[in-house]
Structure formats: C-alpha cells, structure tokens
C-alpha cells in the first residue's frame, strides 16, 4: 500500500527582483517536497533594478552594482550561481570577474576621489583656501554637534558645512529633488552610517580594522552584468520546479479571518487568482497597500501608504568611439572610473558609468568603442520622464559635452534609454509614519515584506537578499515574529553615500 503524498503549502512571491528570487530559490533548496513557489513579476524580465539590458551587444547596467557584502551567505549564494573566477582564467560565460573599485565625484571641473581621500592630488585640486576652509568646518563641526533633525546636519556634523556645500548638497538634491534640510536623517543613518572624515583619517593612517563598504578596494562582478546572476537565479528556480510568471502584476490582496488567503494578478488583459498559504512581497508599499480590500485598511494607514515617497531615474546609454572621449588618463586610456558623481550644478546630469570599466565584457567592441550611461533622476511623469528617446539622448550627449567628459563633435554610435520607476525610497513626505503600516502588514502573519520596495527602505542588494533569507527562516520555522525581518540592515558599519541603485 503506497503512502499518500503530503500537500504541499503554496507560497506566492511577488517580484522577480533580488528578494523574490533569492526567497523562492532558498525555499526550493531547503524543502522542495513541502513548498509549491510561484513568483509574479510585472515585467519582463528578472532583476527588478539590478537587471542587466541587451542593446545591441552593448550591456547596460541600471545603476550600478558591486558585488560585496559582509554577509557569508550572501557571498556564498553568488559563489553557488556564479563562480569567481580564479587566478587561472577560464573560458566559462558564467562566472564573476574581481574588479577595481574606481569612483570619483566632478566637482568645479576636477576629479576628486570618491570617498575622499588625504592624498597631494586632493589637495592640490581644492586649492589652499578651500582646503583651509574645508578643515576649520571640519573642526568646527567636531567641536559642536547638532541634533541629527534632518539629513543636511547629519553630513555637516561628519564632515563640516564646507565639505557638504562641496560634495553632497548639490548631488544629494539632485538624487531626490529636495534640499538635503527637508529629508530625514533616517536616510543617512542607514546610507552613510560609519562614513565620515574621522574614518577617512583612519583608514588613510592604517588604523581602520574593519572596512567599510565605501572604502573597499575591489568588488565581484558577473561577466555579463548583474542580471546575468539573477538570470541564472531564475533558471535554477524554475529547474527546481518553481513557477515564473511575467507580465503578472498583482492588483488585488484576498485577506480573510486575519491571513492573506490569495492575490489576483493581470496576466494579459485578465485577472488570473492564486490562492496560497503565505505571500513574500517585494512590491512598493504604497501599491501594497492599495490593493487590501479598502475595508480592511484602516483610513489613515491607506494616507500614510499613498504618501509615501519614490524618486524614479533614466538611464540613457550612449556608444561612442573611444578618440570621442575628451577627458582620458595621463597615458591617454580610457577613464578608470565604473561612477563619476557629478556634483556640478549646471547640469542636470546626476552620475555617469563607464559600463566598459564594469566588465570588458559588457561592451561588444572594448577595443574601439566606450559605452556611457548618463543617469538622471526624477520624477515618474515629470516633464523629464516625459521626453522622448531622442530628446532624452541629446540632452545627455550635451550634458557630458558640457563637463567636457567627450569632445563637442562626438556623435553616438548608438543610444537607448531605460527608465526606472520607484528605484529609491525616499525619506520625507509621510515616511516617518511608516511603523504604521508595518504594524498593520505584521497583523498578517503569513505576510513577509521583503527587499528594497517591499519595505521602503534603501537598501543594498546583499541586504534585499538577507530579508529573503530572514522571510524564509520565518515560514520553515512557522516563526511570527518579523521584529528580525525588518531589523535586517541595521549594521552600522555598512552602507555607501551615493552608490545606492544596487
């Protein structure tokens, strides 16, 4: 007599970002014979932010992603995908490549090191006066401290009110379109945390014993780009027997008796159901929220979920050949920069990546060809957002014409342009209402909110992922207390300034 099999507990993801994959891929690695995973995602494609776009050979990264992280399993869910390769270089497509972690900030028409640095060429390019300057608001912000009320205090009390005028106000507002007064200091908290001019002096002395993620030296990257590892994420996924489905965006939440019983999402002009036993979402919150029935929301969570605040980008890349590069190194070679933060004000133009310095392998020319991606930030719908391809490729060809980053008669080989809604959390408008909303999500407890958008919380990639391994720990464990899901990210030690589309 055959024993019958045990049914399986449904799981719904919905995302194919970073946290649903890494959920439902660890899922179906533990306990296979007890989870049934679908995952659904709007688009189509995985990834979410840290995809990878095919444009004729040409590979263009959508914000920038070093792979590096504090976490051992993190490192060791990449190694699992896609190797690093070794001191002996193989022939393999998938694996990661270790890369030189060069970044710098465009500042008054000079390069300064990203994080800045106590070397000659730092001071040489600030000048005497501004460096005699820049140390008395050093000095002075060490002597009085203020109480951390808005993200503008927080960077004057690390590195002094003349340093910040310098290399974040400016580049910081054009990130989200408000004067640094006007945005938490919740955001630096998590963003900058351990960064600041005393850890500068530490790490330039030899004295630094952990190092923070700003001042790594070399980063892992997949060959192809981080949609590569995620690409390879999605297969073994599916491999395992999980379901993936596309152009599914979850529009309606069934809650019943205090649990979520089933969402519904519009699959090609019809609403499809899936009834499961628990949800992992990585949707935006605000769109979370809206789609309870309206009944089990209370009003005022519904206004909080609403306001909460997004800053979307574009990317426009752009191909050209390399003798177009105005600025170049001493020897005449290509940029060594994967960012340039262009701090200047008279342009909208808030980074720029040399895709070529990624990965030799993102450009299908290396040899001839540099490919740019020239990143804006704005608003979904604005006036920016609302340009066409062509203006919006014109615009970034005149704003790297007007740093002098490529000569005046460059014409691009090629160009396209991606845009990318609610990419960055913000922190203002009703953020600082937001324990309300968690505190209404925790009433679920088959609902485990994960990754950047699913807790509005700007997080890097490896962090996304950890609250996939958290949400995960949660279900095999039948454990309903999230209190660890949503303290993932609290290490202080961690987090970069600027460098957040990962």
Partial sequence: MSTPKTQKETVVIIGAGPAGLTAGLELLRTAPEKYSVTIL???????GISKTVNINGNRMDMGGHRFFSKSDRVNAFWESLCPLQRETPTERENEMLLRKRVSRIFYNGKFFAYPI????????????????????????????KREETTLEIFYINRFGKPLYQMFFEDYTEKLWGRHPKEISADWGAQRVKG?????VLKNALGKKKSAETSLIAQFKYPKHGPGQLWETAAAEFTRRGGELHFGARVCFVQAENGRITGVVAEENGEKVPYACDAVLSSMPLCDLIA????????????NIAAGLPYRDFVTVGLLFQKQDLQKTQADGTLLPDCWIYVQEREVRLGRVQIFNNWSPYMVKDCAHTVFIGAEYFCREGDTFWARSDTELADAAKRDLQAIGL????????????????????AYFDTYSDLPKVVEFLNGFPNLYCIGRNGQHRYNNMDHSMCTAFEAVRCILENDADKSALWAVNSDKEYHETKEGVS
């Fill in 41 to 47: 995602e709007e688009s189509n494609a995985v990834g």
């Fill in 117 to 144: 640095t106590l070397k000659p060429q730092t001071f040489r390019n600030l000048g005497l006066a501004h460096t005699v300057k820049a140390g008395c608001g050093y000095l002075a912000a060490v002597c009085r």
């Fill in 195 to 199: 960064v600041s001019v005393k850890e």
């Fill in 291 to 302: 789609a309870f029935p309206e009944n089990t929301v209370p009003e005022t969570v519904q």
């Fill in 406 to 425: 490529i000569s005046s008669a460059a014409v691009p080989l090629d160009a396209h342009c991606e845009r990318v809604k609610k990419a960055y959390p």
